[in-house]
Each structure stands twice: as structure tokens, then as C-alpha cells.
């Protein structure tokens, strides 16, 4: 059974750093590309980060520069370090992989910047 696991959200000021982290088990976690996103309320869940299995990552736009993405594969997670955070990146964060032809997705970690 494949299992992903986020931790690490909270309330954060602006201008503040958190760092998320995504626990996974049931997939040979090595080769799978790692995705983190995010959804807020009535929207759509947007793609933040990803890495893949060689380690060659991607951010949207909005968070290039302040967030940082890595993967430990002795340990079977991905982190995700969210620096100076802002009011916009209020959101539950995920974490997903595609493994087997399925999606597989985290239960999600709120975070939040106040305005």
C-alpha cells in the first residue's frame, strides 16, 4: 500500500521560513518523481515544486528563488524548504507521486502566512 505523509505546516509570520516534509513507504521511492502542491479554497490545486528521480527540479514562478526543494532517498522523503513566505502562499500543501499508473497524494499540511 502507498502511503505519503506531510508534516510541517503551521502559522508562520511574513517574511518566515517553514520547511515541510513528506514521509512516503510502499513505493521504491528512488525512481519516482516527487511533486509538491498546493490548493487554497475554490481553487484549483497549482504545482509548486517538483524533483525527479535524478534530481532535476522545477518551481512555478511564484515561489522561484524562495523555495527549495530535496528528496533523502535513504530515508524515502522529500522536503521542502519555503523561505521569506508570504500572504499568498497561505494553503494546504501536498504531496504526490505518480507510481504504477496511479496518482498518489498526502492527506495535506495547512500553512499559513497572515495578511
Known amino acids: 500500500q502507498v502511503y505519503l505523509r506531510e508534516s510541517g505546516g503551521g502559522l508562520v509570520q511574513p517574511g518566515g521560513s517553514l520547511r515541510l516534509s513528506c514521509a512516503t513507504s510502499?513505493?521504491?521511492?528512488?525512481?519516482?518523481?516527487m511533486n509538491w502542491y498546493r490548493q487554497t479554497p475554490g481553487k484549483e490545486r497549482d504545482l509548486v515544486e517538483t524533483?525527479?528521480?535524478?534530481?532535476?527540479?522545477q518551481y512555478a514562478d511564484s515561489v522561484q528563488g524562495r523555495f527549495v526543494i530535496a528528496r533523502d532517498n535513504a530515508r524515502s522523503t522529500v522536503s521542502l524548504q519555503m523561505n521569506n513566505l508570504k500572504p499568498d502562499d497561505t494553503a494546504v500543501y501536498y504531496c504526490?507521486?505518480?507510481?504504477?499508473?496511479?496518482?498518489?497524494w498526502g492527506r495535506g499540511t495547512q500553512v499559513t502566512v497572515p495578511g
Open positions: 504526490s507521486t505518480r507510481a504504477r499508473g496511479t496518482d498518489f
Open positions: 510502499g513505493i521504491n521511492f528512488k525512481i519516482h518523481t
Open positions: 524533483i525527479t528521480s535524478s534530481g532535476s527540479t
